[in-house]
């Protein structure tokens, strides 16, 4: 199974980065031949980099009201009004239609198997390259989980 992980944020904007730091860390770990890590993509051109893949795994904070750090794993179905993806709502692209359009376009190549990992954020506003403490110690956890996934 072909597996693309992929980080979404802003690392000059602490927890916003918290995608990609994930991302750093997975880079370090003993992976599939079959799995590709990416970060620092977002908008149609997430949509370009999943097709071929049997699943995609996307990275990201979140603000949905929960305490930070708590990692939430969620499938297309979960996305609605009540949680908020941060980069993806930050961005010009809604996700979603994004998706449908592409699954259009590329019929078949798009993959069906999309799960979005998000660590709740506590500051995606302050200008820094380190996240707060609490979405920090969540990475470790993170990437333990999505090494089970792929």
């Known amino acids: 199974m072909r597996v693309l992980v992929v980080g979404i944020g802003n690392m000059l904007r602490s927890d916003d980065g918290v995608g990609i730091s994930v991302i750093e860390t997975l880079r370090k770990e003993k992976l599939k031949d079959t799995t590709e890590i990416r970060e620092g993509i977002s908008g149609v051109d997430i949509l370009f980099a999943m097709i071929g893949y049997d699943r995609v795994i996307i990275v990201d904070a979140i603000q949905s009201g929960s305490e930070p750090g708590t990692i939430h794993r969620l499938y297309l179905e979960d996305l609605g009004h009540k949680k908020t993806l941060h980069a993806f709502s930050s961005h ?3 996700f979603l239609a994004m998706l449908e359009c592409g699954k259009d376009l590329f ?5 069906e198997d999309i799960i979005i ?3 709740e954020a506590e500051d995606v506003t ?3 390259e380190k996240c707060t403490p609490k979405v920090e110690r969540a990475v ?3 990437v333990h989980l999505i090494k089970g996934l792929l």
């Open 107 to 111: 019929p078949g190549k798009i993959p």
């Open 140 to 142: 470790p956890e993170v």
């Open 126 to 128: 302050t200008i820094s």
């Open 117 to 119: 990992i998000a660590i």
């Open 92 to 94: 010009d692209v809604n």
